[in-house]
């Protein structure tokens, strides 16, 4: 079975530095994480091919997460371009917001435009998202929009403030959007993040909203009796197994790739979507949507 992996975060050098400009530079913030250092992007670009060879994963998408690093992620892919697909965390209310999605898209020629509204504090139907999708649909580029509950892990660890507004991040904004924008192919990673029901609904409304399925899903416990099994037959029953991608949420080394996230979902789908679906999940819909 090959697997392609739709959710990895790429955690650079210039990633620490933006994040922690006072703490000394990127191998200082590294071993405060007791993380390994990243090294440089072409560096850090064969480490996650090596790793994706070790655990028999075809492709993965990179993630820049945070905006400013969109060079480093294509620094990595244009030294594996047939293992790696570039996404960039795009910011639309910052000041240089349409110089940098240009220079993300035309310039450095990456495929996803990454949105956090929680983190960056608009509606996902506000009209900068608009000017958003209309550069997504001139370059070919999907929209990765994060909805629901937003926890950055590597900001707790160095107790920065995440003064996030989770009220944002509503999949029925993200859905009339999208609607608008039929040629726009559209990323929900992990269910929506505790809005299950409401991104299954934008899913339902919107044929254009795929799901990724990346993390260890720890929303779940906000909805009594929920399961990740149920998650999954909730999912495929109402947007299909064309429109759920698996993700890992895979980030720093040396935990690497998060093989255990993959073991557990697998099983899942070997019970509940065996064939021809499974594939799609693990692999397919991630060729469609980025090519072979």
């Known amino acids: 079975m090959i697997i392609n992996d739709s959710h990895c975060h790429f955690f650079s050098s210039r990633f620490l530095e933006l994040l922690a400009p006072e703490a000394g530079g990127a191998d200082a913030v590294a071993a405060r994480l007791s993380w390994d250092a990243p090294g440089t992007p072409t560096e850090l670009g064969d480490r996650w091919v090596a790793e994706l060879d070790r655990h028999g994963v075809a492709r993965a998408a990179l993630i820049a997460s945070i905006p400013g690093d969109a060079v480093s992620v294509a620094e990595a892919v244009a030294h594996h371009p047939h293992r790696l697909v570039g996404f960039f965390m795009h910011n639309p209310k910052a000041p240089d917001a349409a110089a940098a999605l240009e220079r993300g898209l035309a310039g450095l020629h990456l495929r996803g435009i990454c949105l956090f509204p929680a983190m960056h504090g608009y509606r996902l139907d506000d009209a900068v998202v608009e000017d958003v999708f209309r550069a997504a649909a001139s370059h070919g580029a999907v929209v990765f929009a994060?909805?629901?509950?937003?926890?950055?892990?590597?900001?707790?660890?160095?107790?920065?403030?995440?003064?996030?507004?989770?009220?944002?991040?509503?999949?029925?904004?993200?859905?009339?959007?999208?609607?608008?924008?039929?040629?726009?192919?559209?990323?929900?990673?992990?269910?929506?993040?505790?809005?299950?029901?409401?991104?299954?609904?934008?899913?339902?409304?919107?044929?254009?909203?795929?799901?990724?399925?990346?993390?260890?899903?720890?929303?779940?416990?906000?909805?009594?009796?929920?399961?990740?099994?149920?998650?999954?037959?909730?999912?495929?029953?109402?947007?299909?197994?064309?429109?759920?991608?698996?993700?890992?949420?895979?980030?720093?080394?040396?935990?690497?790739?998060?093989?255990?996230?993959?073991?557990?979902?697998?099983?899942?789908?070997?019970?509940?979507?065996?064939?021809?679906?499974?594939?799609?999940?693990?692999?397919?819909?991630?060729?469609?949507?980025?090519?072979q």
Not at 149 to 172: M, Q, Y
Not at 185 to 200: K, N, S, T, W, Y
Not at 206 to 224: E, L
Request: proline share 5%; aromatic share 10%; charged share 20%.
């Open 146 to 291: 994060h909805c629901g509950v937003l926890t950055v892990g590597v900001r707790k660890k160095l107790g920065l403030a995440s003064l996030f507004d989770l009220r944002l991040g509503d999949p029925l904004a993200l859905a009339r959007t999208a609607l608008a924008h039929p040629d726009v192919p559209v990323i929900i990673p992990h269910f929506g993040a505790g809005f299950f029901r409401e991104a299954l609904m934008a899913a339902d409304q919107c044929p254009t909203i795929h799901f990724d399925s990346s993390s260890s899903n720890g929303w779940i416990k906000y909805h009594h009796g929920l399961t990740l099994e149920s998650v999954f037959r909730q999912a495929l029953a109402v947007a299909g197994a064309s429109r759920v991608l698996f993700g890992s949420d895979s980030s720093f080394f040396p935990r690497g790739w998060q093989r255990p996230i993959y073991e557990e979902q697998d099983r899942i789908l070997q019970a509940i979507a065996p064939g021809a679906d499974r594939e799609r999940v693990l692999a397919g819909n991630f060729a469609r949507l980025f090519g």
